[in-house]
């Protein structure tokens, strides 16, 4: 049984900075796309940002390019989004999800076969 589990959202101030992780268990991940997405309060999830198996491709969303990063570390089955400068539009819940076998990133969320319970980022202003 494959299991995402996300940490470290909290409350910040606007121009602060968070560091999510997403540890992955029941499946080896390194073969696999992850990706973060974000939903906030009446919205609809969006992506947010993506990585592919070995690292070598990012793919980012407008709103978030040059202000987060993703990376993965596949000895510790782990994803991290570093957001830095972190704005009130950021404020969502915050989700890993996991795209099995995929060569590159996807931005469709039906394309991804697993999501973590997710983790609330909350961005004052």
């Known amino acids: 049984q494959v299991q995402l589990v996300e940490s470290g959202g909290g409350l910040v101030q606007a121009g602060g900075s968070l560091r999510l992780s997403c540890a992955a268990s029941?499946?080896?991940?390194?073969?696999?796309?992850m990706a973060w997405f974000r939903q906030a309060l009446g919205k609809e999830r969006e992506f947010a940002a993506g990585?592919?198996?070995?690292?070598?491709?990012?793919d980012y969303a407008d709103s978030v390019k040059g202000r987060f990063t993703i990376s993965r570390d596949n000895a510790k089955n782990t994803v991290y989004l570093q957001m830095n400068n972190l704005r009130p539009e950021d404020t969502a819940v915050y989700y890993c999800a996991l795209d099995k076998y995929r060569f590159g990133v996807s931005r469709d969320q039906y394309e991804y076969d697993y999501w973590g319970q997710g983790t609330q980022v909350t961005v004052s202003s």
């Open positions: 029941g499946r080896t991940v390194n073969s696999d796309t």
């Open positions: 990585i592919s198996w070995s690292g070598g491709r990012a």
